[in-house]
Structures are given as structure tokens and as C-alpha cells.
């Protein structure tokens, strides 16, 4: 599953960059059933929070951020205009939360 949603993350990346090289994304072709993707693999990962919790460096908060900020490049990566510095940070953290759940958990399949 976290294998799955790195994937994902990756996809984003190319989108952003392809997003920023002025392709445009159809909304309802594109955007929707990505997201709606996303929100599934969310939706299952979300059902391991317990799991997660048990992490030294990991707490509600900061698992709650991880989805949240998850979701929110799900939909950002598909536009030009979205900060660039903004979108590297937020990716950024994602996935360096999923690597760390990742290397003490496993894939939590």
C-alpha cells in the first residue's frame, strides 16, 4: 500500500512538471478519476493509522497532516499555476512520512 501511494507521489511529480511545461489537464478526463484514485489508496492507508501511531515520530497530528497535504497535491500537481516551492516542500514531506512509516512497518499491506 505505501509502496502504491509512492507511486502515486512519483505520478504526481510527472504531472506537476508536465503541468509547469504548460499542458493542461482535463478536469473531468484527468483530475477527477486521479484524485478519485488517490482518495481510495487514502482511504485504506487511513484504516492503519493505529499501526502508524505506534512510530516514535509520528502522532495524530502529523499523520492527519501527511493525508491532508497527500490529497492536496492529488489535486495542485495538475496545474501550472501552483508554486513550485510550495509543491516541492509539501512533497517532499509526504514522502519522507511514507518512507519512514514504510522502513519501520513495512507496506502494511
Known amino acids: 500500500m505505501i509502496q502504491e501511494l509512492l507511486g502515486k507521489l512519483n ?14 489537464y482535463d478536469f473531468y478526463n484527468d483530475v477527477v ?14 484504516q492503519q493509522q493505529a499501526n502508524a501511531l505506534t512510530l516514535q515520530y509520528m502522532n495524530m497530528q502529523k499523520f492527519q497532516l501527511l493525508i491532508d497535504n497527500y490529497k492536496e497535491l492529488s489535486v495542485e500537481c495538475h496545474y501550472k499555476r ?14 519522507h ?7 519501520h512497518l513495512g507496506d502494511l499491506s
Open 97 to 103: 512520512d511514507l518512507n519512514y512509516i514504510f522502513t
Open 33 to 46: 478519476p486521479f484524485v478519485e484514485s488517490v482518495d481510495i489508496l487514502l482511504d485504506a492507508f487511513s
Open 11 to 24: 505520478e504526481m511529480n510527472e504531472r506537476f512538471t508536465n503541468a509547469k511545461e504548460d499542458h493542461v
Open 82 to 95: 501552483t508554486s513550485k516551492k510550495l509543491f516541492l516542500e509539501k512533497h517532499k514531506a509526504v514522502q
